[in-house]
């Protein structure tokens, strides 16, 4: 394996790495999260955590997304290398 495609799987790796541990948290903060709740004056606490746990998913969203479409980019060029140093590699036969 050459130096870049090993640079290039450990990079993937650890962005990948991020995007689970991400993906994890995300759905451990929908876990808590109602559709939808009927208050009164005296559950106005409830209130303030259902609107803190949308603050936090409305953060996370699209950190989520650009770190997929990263790790899916980063995938597809690692095996298109991998590809390419394959077929420099093979030997005609004539």
Known sequence: MSPTMYGLSVAWGIL????IILLIY???LTMHEDDSID???TESQMHKDQMQVLV???????IV????ALSGVMI????GLFIYQGLN???TLQ
């Open 26 to 28: 995300r759905s451990t």
């Open 65 to 68: 997304k650009v770190l997929g």
């Open 76 to 79: 597809l060029v690692i095996a």
């Open 89 to 91: 590699g093979a030997t």
């Open 16 to 19: 990948t790495g991020i995007l």
């Open 39 to 41: 208050l009164h004056e």
């Open 56 to 62: 936090k998913m409305r953060r996370i969203t699209p």
